[in-house]
C-alpha cells in the first residue's frame, strides 16, 4: 500500500486482487430438530457476502486511505467528492506466447479487460470500505472516473477529491486517463 497525498485530495493503492461486492448467498435458518425456523408463515433467512476476499479487502481499502488521510491532517472528508479508480488487473498467461516468446504478448490479446468481475462492483467494495471511515457515506460522491487495464500487478488505485468547482472533476477524470495509461 503505497499512499500519496494533495491538498483537499488523498490517493492510495492497495495491491493485490480487488474483491467484488454485490451478490449475497442467502440460506434458510434450522432448528435443533433440523426444521425451518417460520415466522408469519416465511422461512426466516440468513444472508451474507458471497466474496469471501471481500471483508479483507475492504479493511485494506480502509486502512490505506485513512493513513492517507492522516497525512493530510483531515478527520474526514465532509463535502461532496469525486472518486477516480484504476482497477489494474493482471495479464492471464494465455496473452503471452510460450518458450522463449513467453515474454511477448500475442497479436489476439485484447487491449482491454472484458470480462468479470465487472468494474463497477469491485469500485462498490472501495466506496463501502471508506464509509463511515473517510466519510459518513458513499452517497457523498457525486462523480466517478473507473478504469479498468491490464498492467504486470493486479492493484486498485484509489484518488478522493472534495469538489469544490467543476475544475475538481476535470482533474480527476484527467487523473484517472493518465493513471490507467501508464498502469
Do not use: C
Amino acid at each position: 500500500m503505497k499512499p500519496t497525498s494533495l491538498g483537499n485530495e488523498i490517493i492510495f493503492t492497495v495491491f493485490g486482487k480487488p474483491a467484488t461486492q454485490g451478490s449475497k448467498v442467502a440460506r434458510a435458518l434450522y432448528n435443533k430438530a433440523g426444521k425451518p425456523i417460520m415466522k408469519n408463515g416465511r422461512v426466516l433467512t440468513s444472508t451474507r457476502d458471497s466474496n469471501k476476499r471481500l471483508a479483507s479487502f475492504r479493511q485494506d481499502v480502509a486502512v490505506s486511505a485513512m493513513a492517507e488521510l492522516d497525512k493530510v491532517g483531515v478527520d474526514s472528508f465532509s463535502g461532496p467528492l469525486a472518486m477516480g479508480v484504476v482497477i489494474v488487473r493482471k495479464r492471464p498467461k494465455g496473452h503471452f506466447g510460450t518458450g522463449r516468446n513467453s515474454q511477448i504478448l500475442k497479436p489476439s490479446a485484447p487491449e482491454w479487460p472484458t470480462t468479470r468481475p465487472d468494474e463497477l462492483k469491485s469500485v462498490r467494495a472501495v466506496e463501502d470500505a471508506m464509509t463511515g471511515v473517510i466519510y459518513a457515506d458513499d452517497s457523498q460522491i457525486a462523480h466517478h472516473a473507473i478504469h479498468t487495464v491490464y498492467g504486470d500487478v493486479a492493484k486498485t488505485i484509489v484518488l478522493l477529491r472534495e469538489l469544490r468547482t467543476e475544475d475538481d472533476l476535470e482533474v480527476v477524470d484527467r487523473w484517472s486517463r493518465k493513471t490507467a495509461m501508464n498502469r
